[in-house]
T-cell receptor, first 113, second 114 residues
Framework: DAGVTQSPTHLIKTRGQQVTLRCSPK?????VSWYQQALGQGPQFIFQ???????QRGNFPDRFSGHQFPNYSSELNVNALLLGDSALYLC????????????FGPGTRLTVT | AQKVTQAQTEISVVEKEDVTLDCVYE???????LFWYKQPPSGELVFLIR??????QNEISGRYSWNFQKSTSSFNFTITASQVVDSAVYFC???????????FGSGTRLQVQP
C-alpha cells in the first residue's frame, strides 16, 4: 500500500518564476491538503481539496493556487515567486469526514533565489 | 482566535528515561480534536495519536500515553522508556470541529542520547 508521494523532492527557482508541485494521495483517500513549513517552524495550512474543488483555505495569497484531478491527485501552483516562499511544501491525504487523520508525504523542498 | 502553545523548545534525555511533552490549546470551541505528529530528521511527518476534547480518559498505546486536563486545556504526551529512534520534533496539532485543517504548534525538539 503506497503512502503519500510528492514530486519533485527538491526544486530551485528564481524570484518571479512560477512553480508546480505534485502529490498523489494514499490509496483510499479522497482529500488532499497542502501545508507550507518554513525552516524551524510548524507547518501552516494552505488549502484543502475534495471532489476537485477547494474546500477550505488558509491565510495565503492568491499567488497560491491548486487543482485536484479525478484520480484524487493534486497540484500546488505558486506564481510570482518570492524569496519568502522558500520552504518545505507538504501534502497530506485523508478520507473525507470529521477530523480524519491526515497522512503526510515526504515534502518538496523549494528554494527561491 | 485559537492558539496552540508548545512551551518546550528542546528537551534532551538519556535513553530509557520517560519524557513528557506539553501542549496547551486555547479556543472558545468546546469540541475539537487534537493530533500529535512526529517529524524525524528525514522530514516526513508521522501521525501518532488523535484525541477528542470530550473524552477525558487518559490512554496508553504502547510506549505512548496521553493525559488531558480540560480545566487548563493542557494535553501532555508521554513517551515511556525513550529510545534513540524517538529523537525528532514533536508537533501538537489541534483541529476544530467543522474545520478540516490542522493548526500546528511550534514543535518540541526531543533529543534522546544513548
Amino acid at each position: 500500500d503506497a503512502g503519500v508521494t510528492q514530486s519533485p523532492t527538491h526544486l530551485i527557482k528564481t524570484r518571479g518564476q512560477q512553480v508546480t508541485l505534485r502529490c498523489s494521495p494514499k490509496s483510499g483517500h479522497d482529500t488532499v491538503s497542502w501545508y507550507q513549513q518554513a525552516l524551524g517552524q510548524g507547518p501552516q495550512f494552505i488549502f484543502q481539496y475534495y471532489e476537485e474543488e477547494e474546500r477550505q483555505r488558509g491565510n495565503f495569497p492568491d499567488r497560491f493556487s491548486g487543482h485536484q484531478f479525478p484520480n484524487y491527485s493534486s497540484e500546488l501552483n505558486v506564481n510570482a515567486l518570492l524569496l519568502g516562499d522558500s520552504a518545505l511544501y507538504l501534502c497530506a491525504s485523508s478520507r473525507t469526514g470529521t477530523a480524519s487523520e491526515q497522512y503526510f508525504g515526504p515534502g518538496t523542498r523549494l528554494t527561491v533565489t | 482566535a485559537q492558539k496552540v502553545t508548545q512551551a518546550q523548545t528542546e528537551i534532551s534525555v538519556v535513553e530509557k528515561e520517560d519524557v513528557t511533552l506539553d501542549c496547551v490549546y486555547e479556543t472558545r470551541d468546546t469540541t475539537y480534536y487534537l493530533f500529535w505528529y512526529k517529524q524525524p530528521p528525514s522530514g516526513e511527518l508521522v501521525f501518532l495519536i488523535r484525541r477528542n476534547s470530550f473524552d477525558e480518559q487518559n490512554e496508553i498505546s504502547g510506549r505512548y500515553s496521553w493525559n488531558f486536563q480540560k480545566s487548563t486545556s493542557s494535553f501532555n504526551f508521554t513517551i515511556t522508556a525513550s529510545q534513540v529512534v524517538d529523537s525528532a520534533v514533536y508537533f501538537c496539532a489541534p483541529m476544530d470541529t467543522g474545520r478540516r485543517a490542522l493548526t500546528f504548534g511550534s514543535g518540541t525538539r526531543l533529543q534522546v542520547q544513548p
